[in-house]
């Protein structure tokens, strides 16, 4: 699967909940094999931090982890 995220192909709902389903089955394989992380205050600031320096840097999200585009919240900046 083309993991392309722009708002033609992101915003398609079956593309997207093919992404999510993909992004699950990692999850599940990830856990079946003993590869994971207790989930800690220093694991939530570690992601925290994570996320800024990407989103500073302008990293787009993956389409599996964003809203749809009919869900966001409309946000004026006048």
Do not use: C, H, W
Not at 34 to 58: S, V
């Amino acid at each position: 699967m083309s993991k392309k995220n722009n708002g033609s192909v992101a915003g398609d709902p079956a593309f997207r909940e093919a992404l999510l389903r993909e992004a699950i089955q990692r999850g599940e394989d990830d856990i079946a094999a003993g590869r994971t992380k207790p989930y800690t205050p220093a694991l939530t600031q570690e992601i925290t931090e994570r996320a800024m320096k990407r989103a500073q840097a302008g990293d787009q999200p993956k389409a599996d982890v964003t809203p749809s585009p009919s869900t966001r919240p409309q946000i004026s900046l006048e």
